[in-house]
């Protein structure tokens, strides 16, 4: 079985503006929506919110509008990913390592971090992040350290997915 990922809005926003700019590597964009036709590649609705509420004629915020239905998976809608979400909020409330501030940014309702976990957690998908793991830091709570600490979800970055499921395409242009 085709493992499914999820990814976080940060390999949107940190592409488009750097390595994945829309003036010159359009390809990694096709190559998303190609990985969604292939039923591999999706993202939640809380990711598609953050991009969304990017300025007017901001190009991230433009693909998120103009990608199909599907894509932004349904979470808050979703009973299975509120349980686990639930789940996340309790190691949340629970955990002493991180500092309050930094457990109360994760908590917001309006940013996707916890969403992505719940949702990979209830549906076995894997986590796509730029964030890396820093178990020491305390003042944010990064992505793949609370999803050791919650359990049952795995996390990749955008370049582990790119081994796994791309081919160099990078051509010179005179």
């Known amino acids: 079985m085709t493992n499914k990922y999820i990814i976080d809005s940060n390999v949107f926003i940190q592409g488009k503006n750097f390595h994945y700019h829309f003036a010159f590597c359009e390809g990694f964009w096709d190559w998303v929506h190609e990985g969604f036709d292939k039923g591999v ?38 009973t299975a990913v509120m349980k686990e979400y639930a789940h996340c909020m309790q190691w949340a409330n629970a955990d002493k390592h991180y500092q ?4 109360a940014r994760f908590a917001e309702a ?5 969403f992505l976990l719940a949702y990979a957690r209830a549906h076995g998908h894997i ?3 730029q964030e890396l793991s820093q178990p020491e830091k305390k003042k944010e709570v990064p992505i793949p350290d609370a999803a050791l600490k919650i359990g049952k979800v795995k996390t990749v970055t955008i ?9 160099p395409t990078f051509v010179f242009k005179p």
Not at 100 to 103: I, Q, Y
Not at 110 to 114: E, H, L, M, S, V
Not at 159 to 167: G, N, S, T, V
């Open 41 to 78: 590649i999706y993202s939640i609705g809380k990711v598609r919110a953050e991009l969304v509420a990017g300025k007017k004629g901001d190009e991230a915020r433009k693909w998120a509008e103009e990608m199909p239905d599907g894509f932004f998976l349904d979470d808050v809608g979703d």
């Open 100 to 103: 309050p501030a930094a457990l």
């Open 110 to 114: 309006k940013r996707a971090d916890a």
């Open 127 to 129: 986590v796509v992040t």
């Open 159 to 167: 370049y582990e997915l790119l081994r796994a499921h791309a081919r």
